[in-house]
């Protein structure tokens, strides 16, 4: 008997051509009760905007939580296309999902946490530390779903500290204020130690893969946590390959966790190089580091660097598509790795 049926017993979600299979309650997303699962199904945001998870829905109906033709294009909707992130199944489904991925082997955890602090590291990041009633694994790089009541819907963040040694119920976040952002402009607001709120994790794609390739990792202002995290996780595990570590920030005060990214550089196996570049800096102020774009940064290394690097590149989607756009340009099929800090606003990308 399929969902919905008089016992509401889970149908089956089938993916082609894998052949895999997993329950389907209907009551989360086809992506969520996938990764709960244990499938890795492809993914990046989670809400609708980057269309990783894009699959095609070859039979069942799902209903949709978000409307899938803001990221969609009229011809993929028409070939039957769905956002498995922002889809309920509606009985017994089949997708076609060309390529399951590579992912870390953590089971999905929702459990109930307490905001338990937070910290200004700049005037507009604040760390914020939450602690969750359930342990929690995931590999650095990855994000976690925060719903905090009276807040509409969940907003992602990516987990800062990558050590080995954390604690399993203490998760670090990097959170900057977007102004006029419903979520962000609520923690500004005033000190909410002690408020209760839900977490889902872990998500994405973005970890550091095994290789001897030299990696490059470019981070835009809060899209450090996740880079910071890798770089302690590489530290950790006595990574040997090559790291260049580009931060960009506007001016000098947006600059922050410089001295902790210098010590995760110096505790690597293999050589480490951090540049932290900024764009907006006064040209009369005593900043002698880097000046201009990461991508400026970029383009100075060396030919034999770019060709062979993987990229890891986290932070606000113009500057990932525009590190994106250069490497392409330089290289036909370069290892990327990215995740968009997307929000409402910036979801409409062209
Ligand atoms: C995978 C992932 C990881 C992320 N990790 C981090 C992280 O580690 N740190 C971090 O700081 N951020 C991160 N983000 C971004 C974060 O999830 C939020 O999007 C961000 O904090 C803004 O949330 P908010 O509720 O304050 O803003 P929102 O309420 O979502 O609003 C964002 C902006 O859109 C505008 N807006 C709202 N509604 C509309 C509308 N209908 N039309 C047009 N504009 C509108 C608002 O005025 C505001 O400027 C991540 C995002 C993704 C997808």
């Known amino acids: 008997m399929g969902l919905f049926g008089r016992n509401r017993e889970p149908a ?3 993916i082609r051509p894998s052949g895999r299979s997993f329950p389907a309650t209907g009551k989360d ?8 699962a244990g499938i890795p199904f492809p993914h990046s945001c989670t ?3 980057c269309g990783t998870c894009k699959s095609k829905l070859v039979s069942g109906k799902v209903r949709e939580i978000t409307d899938a033709a803001i990221t969609l294009s009229s011809e993929e909707l028409a070939d039957r296309y769905i956002l498995p992130c922002q889809s309920l199944a509606r009985g017994a489904v089949e997708l076609h999902v060309a390529d399951l991925v590579d992912m870390p082997d953590h089971p999905l955890v929702h459990t109930s946490a307490v905001l338990s602090g ?13 602690r969750v ?5 995931y590999t650095a790089g990855q994000y976690a779903e925060l719903r905090v009541p009276g807040i509409s819907g969940p907003r992602s963040y990516s987990f800062a500290r990558g050590a080995a040694d954390r604690a399993k119920d203490e998760l670090v976040f990097y959170i900057r204020r977007t102004p006029g952002g419903e979520f962000t402009e609520w923690l500004f607001a005033e ?6 709120l839900e977490v889902a994790g872990p998500f994405g794609n973005l970890w550091l893969r095994p290789s001897g390739a030299p990696a490059l990792c470019v981070a835009g202002g809060s899209g450090l946590a996740p880079i910071k995290a890798i770089l302690e996780a590489a530290a950790d595990e006595g990574a040997q390959r090559e790291t260049i570590v580009v931060f960009g920030a506007r001016t000098a005060r947006d600059l922050y966790c410089v001295e902790e990214i210098e010590a995760a550089a110096a505790a690597m196996a293999g050589s480490c190089r951090f540049v932290p570049v900024l764009s ?15 991508t400026d940064v970029v383009a100075a290394l060396p030919a034999d660097v770019l060709s062979a690097c993987e990229v890891y590149a986290c932070g606000p989607p113009p500057m990932v598509d525009a590190l994106e756009a250069q490497l392409g340009a330089l290289r036909a099929d370069g290892v990327f790795h990215a995740d968009r800090f997307l929000d409402k606003k910036t979801q409409r990308r062209s």
């Open 47 to 49: 809400v609708g905007t």
């Open 280 to 294: 907006e800096e006064d040209p009369g102020s005593d900043w002698s580091g880097a000046r201009g774009l990461v």
């Open 191 to 196: 000190d909410r130690s002690g408020t209760a």
């Open 29 to 36: 997303s086809l992506l969520n009760e996938a990764l709960a």
């Open 118 to 130: 937070t910290r200004a590291l700049t005037h507009d990041i604040l760390e914020v530390v939450v």
């Open 12 to 14: 089956t979600v089938t």
């Open 133 to 137: 009633d359930e342990p929690f694994a």
